[in-house]
């Protein structure tokens, strides 16, 4: 286990799979989502989530089933969830 010296290939994979840990990009994801979730709740003072979350207000449509003998043209819109957030597209020249 405390092979820091070894060149052999996967000896990073092999400590992470024997400790039982995620990947650095799972843990990233998670953290990631741990720090939205903060700001979201306003848990973060130095961030003001006004300035950087903007919501999101479309959700999915619900179009009524059609039959031959009757026509309904009312489309219900439904929010899937209370806390969705658009995304920043990022672009770069």
Not at 53 to 63: A, D, N, P, S, Y
């Amino acid at each position: 286990m405390n092979d820091y010296k070894s060149r052999k290939l996967g000896c990073v994979t092999g400590m992470l799979t024997s400790l039982k840990l995620d990947s650095l990009q799972d843990r990233m994801t998670y953290n990631h989502l741990v720090m939205l979730y903060k700001i979201a709740g306003v848990m973060v003072p130095a961030v003001d989530p006004d300035k950087y979350l903007t919501q999101k207000v479309e959700g999915r449509l619900i179009k009524p089933k059609r039959f031959s003998d009757c026509e309904t043209k009312n489309i219900i819109r439904v929010a899937n969830n209370t806390r969705s957030f658009k995304t920043i597209n990022a672009q770069t020249n």
